[in-house]
Each structure stands twice: as structure tokens, then as C-alpha cells.
T-cell receptor, first 114, second 112 residues
């Protein structure tokens, strides 16, 4: 069973469209994230939710809106897509434990805006 | 401002050699330092992690060396294998805040 799964894996869309990426984790973790990985492989946090509550909202255009219907799901909706939004988007989840915090990542969604 | 600086950007090592990747941080509040391994088309996966109360942690061929006073930590891959070819990310976090700052990544190529 996949621990963190996101759909779709690939997404090609035209500028100006609205699209969503879904993420689900079956690890029972209470924190979920969205990361953006650009063409240079740099991983940048976008959002973090803890028990359905937004706790981190980095400097991200408000065209990006996360939604967490429950602890196991964190979806990302993007309005009015722009060429610069092309990247790989990773969902992740984590749980604190005595040794630290391990984040588990999904396989990524490669978004291409044309 | 990048919270964690990683070098080199790319690394080529012969099979059997030692791969060394370095990271540096500024925020002394960081208390958890994981390394992630990412293969093409996959998400990053935790490789090994260290807390600042120890100077070294070893798991198989992978070792983290941690220098708290210098605010630096490094990943050593002993007896590097072609299967180790991947992109490696160091990261730092404050455990209670559940937020990770990643380095810029190192693309490792182990030549057979």
C-alpha cells in the first residue's frame, strides 16, 4: 500500500486554466505538506497543515489554495495557471516522535503549463 | 534567504570510492538534520538523520558527521555503488515546528 499517494502523476494544461492535485496519506500522520520542486531540483515548502489546520503558508501566490477535508487528505487547487507554475509538486506527511520527525513524500505531480 | 546551504551541486565518484556532501546552517534552533535521497521520477525518501546531541551516526555505508560549533554536517557514502546515483538533499528542522528547510541538492553519479 502506498503511504502517500498523489494524483495525477502528470498534468499538462493551458495557461489560465484551473486545476487540482489530490493527496492522501494512510500513515495516520497529523501533519501534511505541499512542496514545489523547480527545474533546478530545489525543494520549497508551500503549505503545511496540522490536523486540518493551516500552520505554514509560505510566500505563495493566492492563486494556490490548499484544502484539507480531513487529516488524511490535503488537496492543492491552482487558479489561473501561469507558465511559471510548471514544476513538480510533492505532497508529504510527517509525525513527530522522540527521535525527530520523518517526512514521507508522494511520488510527485509534474505540472506543465503550456 | 536559504536556511541550509549544500555543496557540491554535482559529484562524480568511481565505484568503491567515498562520496562526501556538505551542508551548513545558520539557525541554532534547528534540532533535527535528515538526509533525503531522490531517484528520478520519485519523491525524496529519508536516508539517515541525526540530532545535534551526537557528532556521528552510521547506518550501513552511510554516515552523518555533525559539527555543532561550526554549524555544519555532512553525508559520507562509503564504497559508493552505481545504485547510489541519485540526488541527495540535506535538511534541517525544528522538531516542534514540523517545518523542514532543504538544501539545494547534490546530484551524485557513481561511475561503474
Amino acid at each position: 500500500d502506498t503511504a502517500v499517494s498523489q494524483t495525477p502523476k502528470y498534468l499538462v494544461t493551458q495557461m489560465g486554466n484551473d486545476k487540482s492535485i489530490k493527496c492522501e496519506q494512510n500513515l495516520g500522520h497529523d501533519t501534511m505538506y505541499w512542496y514545489k520542486q523547480d527545474s533546478k531540483k530545489f525543494l520549497k515548502i508551500m503549505f503545511s497543515y496540522n490536523n486540518k489546520e493551516l500552520i505554514i503558508n509560505e510566500t505563495v501566490p493566492n492563486r494556490f489554495s490548499p484544502k484539507s477535508p480531513d487529516k488524511a487528505h490535503l488537496n492543492l487547487h491552482i487558479n489561473s495557471l501561469e507558465l511559471g507554475d510548471s514544476a513538480v509538486y510533492f505532497c508529504a506527511s510527517s509525525q513527530r516522535h522522540s527521535g525527530g520527525t520523518e517526512a514521507f513524500f508522494g511520488q510527485g505531480t509534474r505540472l506543465t503549463v503550456v | 534567504q536559504q536556511q541550509v546551504k549544500q555543496s557540491p551541486q554535482s559529484l562524480i565518484v568511481q565505484k568503491g570510492g567515498i562520496s562526501i556532501i556538505n551542508c551548513a546552517y545558520e539557525n541554532t534552533a534547528f534540532d533535527y538534520f535528515p538526509w533525503y535521497q531522490q531517484f528520478p521520477g520519485k519523491g525524496p525518501a529519508l536516508l539517515i538523520a541525526i540530532r545535534p546531541d551526537v557528532s556521528e551516526k552510521k547506518e550501513g555505508r552511510f554516515t552523518i558527521s555533525f559539527n555543532k560549533s561550526a554549524k555544519q554536517f555532512s553525508l559520507h557514502i562509503m564504497d559508493s555503488q552505481p545504485g547510489d546515483s541519485a540526488t541527495y538533499f540535506c535538511a534541517a528542522s525544528i522538531v516542534n515546528f514540523n517545518k523542514f528547510y532543504f538544501g539545494s541538492g547534490t546530484k551524485l553519479n557513481v561511475k561503474p
